[in-house]
């Protein structure tokens, strides 16, 4: 994947090295995870802001209590986490497969942007047997617009840079996770999709290079 040091983008505010008041440095690995977080809330995070109190909280007796954020949140320190560990454990290798991760997310703000998160949340309270396939076809939507971003960056693309990103949308399918951790599968429990749903509607999302082929809900 070719990219050049330079272009940056405003909603990223690199602190790395600087601490605030009661806030020790970060390593470059859990700055990272900061500046995505940042990237994805709004917030800043790397800075410290993203706690309400503008600093950790302490207990009674003096340990760090707890960081306050919304389920929300808990899910994209989960998943950005994720990211670190997936050349090793998943073995999806590869800058761009890290890319795919970072856009399936910026997805997921999209779809907050569009109101389709808030419909799918309605939608799974009035009719809860359709939850899990609700979450699934979000979630292939996101997979789609990440394949959408890499249409449109094919400048700075090498080959085999998409074999990554299907490589690491696979890696992250629910019976592949599933079969890692427990040995079996039950697609009855998928929230995600499997392997071969989340690389298929990356690709189709590159291939065509248009949000409007990106209609994961159709078939529901």
């Not at 899910?75 to 890319?99: C, H, K, M, T, Y």
């Not at 971003?149 to 700075?156: F, Y």
Request: with cysteine; aromatic share 6%; net charge negative.
């Amino acid at each position: 994947m070719r990219w050049s040091p330079g272009g940056s983008s405003n909603n990223v505010e690199d602190r790395r090295g600087s601490s605030g008041v009661g806030m020790a440095p970060v390593g470059i690995g859990g700055t990272i995870i900061l500046i995505v977080l940042s990237l994805v809330f709004g917030r800043d995070f790397v800075g410290g802001s993203g706690v309400d109190t503008g600093g950790p909280q302490t207990t009674a007796n003096g340990e760090v209590a707890p960081v306050s954020q919304s389920p929300a949140e808990a899910r994209e320190v989960q998943f950005v986490s994720f990211v670190i560990e997936l050349r090793d454990r998943f073995g999806a290798p590869g800058d761009f497969a890290q890319a795919y991760v970072i856009t399936h997310e910026l997805g997921h703000h999209v779809q907050h942007l569009l109101g389709t998160d808030a419909k799918v949340r309605a939608a799974q309270e009035q009719n809860p047997r359709d939850a899990n396939a609700l979450s699934v076809a979000l979630e292939l939507q996101a997979d789609c617009y990440s394949g959408v971003w890499a249409n449109h960056s094919q400048q700075i693309l090498d080959p085999g840079d998409i074999d990554e990103g299907l490589n690491a949308a696979a890696a992250v399918g629910d019976d592949r996770i599933q079969k890692a951790e427990t040995g079996h599968v039950n697609t009855d429990t998928f929230t995600h999709g499997s392997a071969a749903q989340r690389s298929s509607w990356f690709k189709r999302g590159y291939s065509s290079g248009n949000v409007k082929d990106c209609d994961t809900f159709s078939n529901l």
